[in-house]
């Protein structure tokens, strides 16, 4: 799905302007990430393109728009709901939109297959460790199949192995789908590990301070960590930032 | 468990000894305090009396009591679906609260009679507040991206109170049911002294009778229907809540 923002603006408590006249598009596929300093519109930006909130002027336009429920998000945390196991957990976006019980149990199964949970379908998020918490709460995300993922510095509470397991994870979800990702991160490391494109916001007004294609192989492991390529796209991305 | 359960025990049974002990050694007289052997010994003499009274007094708390929890959730999903119906009703469920219960008594009487439906009413007007402010609460303190998440599947506002607020508000609604349990037996007895039955009556007549040790010995009981009722909570409260919320881990 491809996303196109045109002159969106946001303000917040009458004068406090956070996104100004920003105009970005994503293509169908793609996989970007959105770097930039707390406080600069980052979440503000995921949700309007979520439809959860409004931009006070400007236009969002998904395409092909008309299905429902085709974009996921996922949060800092993973917000599960604590009364409910892994598998009822996984299930709650196809439960929401009306899908039958035998339907929706299956695919929450299949697709918790594919982040590694299936031995832990009975259990309760107070079990879990915070790196499986996560990934039941990508699970939950990929369960309605999305065409558009957005992700809100969604790894950024874990540890830094957990992270690196939850990187290349993600990266191979999205090389097996094709969906198209939009990944808000503050960790240059993160952003140039995972993405094909780059967007490097300024502190303020959410102007674009960089644009960038990453020049990386399309396949991302652990032995990319230490690839000279990974080194000089974060230097690039990490001057942007301090310019 | 067994721990938790022998600890308190100890200083009862110390405190009932010393008592027994300053009653019997004439240092506090037996018309001001009764010796515990007193007091246990009205219980076993008044035994049907008393179980009579206990058993009045539980049927009224708990009925009002249960009148509370079902009203009181109602009430707080009632404030909770919009911010101008709270703005206009909740400092009322607050005024209501602090109107004292032992000045709205005697209207009770003259509203219900005589007899139980005063009790029951006593303690209702007693107990509902803290299962409304508790479970108010816990529906407004729902975590905002799990609100997000609904939305962003269309959840109605119906389902996403069965399967979001109210859920989530559980802790909070077992913290104001575990306060009005008691409050729940407190206003019974208050009913009860006006409106006659159960213990509340058995406390009255022993009073001007001079029956200390029968005083005694209802309020034991009326305190040990209290605790009992909270035991119910906790164990309720803890069945319900063990897979999943921290405080309840322990
Ligand atoms: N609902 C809101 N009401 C008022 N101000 C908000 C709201 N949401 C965000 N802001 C403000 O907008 C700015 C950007 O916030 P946010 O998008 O969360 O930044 P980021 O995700 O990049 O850290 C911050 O200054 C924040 O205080
Ligand atoms: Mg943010």
Redesign the interface.
Known sequence: MAVQLEGVRRVFDNNHVVIDRMDLGVDAGEFLAVLGPSGCGKSTLL?MI???SEPDSGQIRLQPNGA??E???V?Q?A?L???RNVLANAA??L???GEAKPKRDERARAVLEQVGLLDALDR????LSGGMRMRVSLARALV?EPRLLLLDEPFAALDEITRFHLDVQLRELWQRRGMTVIFVTHSVSEAAFLANRAVVLARSGGAIKLDRRLELPAVRNNELRADPRLGQEMRLLLGAIEE | MKKTLLAPLIPFVLLTLIAEFLVRAGFVRAYLVPAPSAVFRAMIDSRVELLQALFATSAGSLAGFVMSALTGIAIAVLLSSSRGVQRAFYPYAIFFQTVPLIAVAPLLVIWFGFGIQTVIASAFVASVFPVIANTLSGILSTDPPLRDLFKLYGASPLVTLFKLRLPAALPQLFTGLRVSAGLAVIGAIVGEFIAGGGLGSVVETARTQQRIDKVFAAVLLASLLGLALFGFINLLSHLTLRRWHASEQS
């Open positions: 949700r979520a439809r959860l429902r429920f974009t996921s998000f949060f945390d917000h709901l604590p009364w709650l976006p439960e929401l939109m309760y998020p107070a079990e309605t």
